[in-house]
């Protein structure tokens, strides 16, 4: 069965930690692998992951693929308050089509 | 551009009432995706078409569940009976596959059934 697990589940640091979430699948025909953001309302896109290390960066947060450990890491430096949020890990497959598995999530809380 | 469009944006409704869910996705997309979330069980992916012909319900928690996408800017899911079970937010999703993998989510639907 396709899964996706997130780590950790939730972790609370302070305004400028840096953070590293965990991403890994077991999948059957992988595509792709997205991270999303979602804070009261519905997730906004950050990342879309399709080739094993290359890192995609965007402002403070940055994302990597590692294809042979079956994994993603997703970084966010010096951290505000406005970073807390779920950070949800999803994977595409082409299976019949193309689905997409959602893990869990990490919830993230930022303390001023 | 307008995003996806969901309604209504609440429902509050008694067991055992039918229950509709609306969504227009963003035009151009041909996949249009059906996801619930709850707190027990995160985000979990329903039902999902490609140019408006559903190719993956196994996500459709049992009969009661039912969607449809008449054409390429509605799709509707329904829930007949409802059951308080089904409380959860609904969000309608939906992805161009010229542009990559990326799903964009409308506002969702926040479903209670007392």
């Known amino acids: 069965e396709d899964k996706v697990v997130q780590s950790p589940l939730s972790l609370v640091v302070h305004e400028g930690d840096t953070v590293t979430l965990n991403c890994s699948y077991e999948v059957t025909n992988f595509r792709s692998l997205l991270w999303y953001k979602q804070e009261k309302k519905a997730p906004t896109f950050l990342f879309m992951l399709?080739?094993?290390?290359i890192e995609k960066k965007s402002g403070r947060l940055s994302s990597i693929l590692d294809k042979k450990e079956l994994s993603s890491i997703l970084n966010i430096t010096a951290t505000q308050t406005g970073d807390s949020a779920i950070y949800l890990c999803a994977v595409g497959t082409n299976t019949g089509g193309f689905k997409t598995i959602f893990g869990a999530g990490t919830r993230l809380f930022v303390k001023a | 551009d307008a995003g996806v469009i969901q309604s209504p944006r609440h429902e509050v409704t008694e067991m055992g009432q039918e229950v509709t869910l609306r969504c227009k996705p963003i035009?151009?997309?041909?996949?249009l995706f059906w996801y619930r979330q709850t707190m027990m069980r995160g985000l979990e992916l329903l039902i999902y078409?490609?140019?408006?012909?559903?190719?993956?319900d196994s996500g459709m928690p049992e009969d009661r569940f039912s969607a449809k996408m008449p054409n390429a800017s509605f799709s509707t899911l329904k829930i007949q009976p409802s059951e308080p079970r089904d409380s959860a937010v609904y969000f309608c999703?939906?992805?161009?596959?010229?542009?990559?993998?990326?799903?964009?989510f409308g506002p969702g639907t926040r479903l209670t059934v007392l």
């Open positions: 035009s151009g997309h041909d996949y």
């Open positions: 078409f490609n140019n408006n012909v559903p190719i993956d």
């Open positions: 999703a939906s992805r161009n596959s010229g542009r990559g993998d990326t799903q964009y």
């Open positions: 399709t080739s094993s290390g």
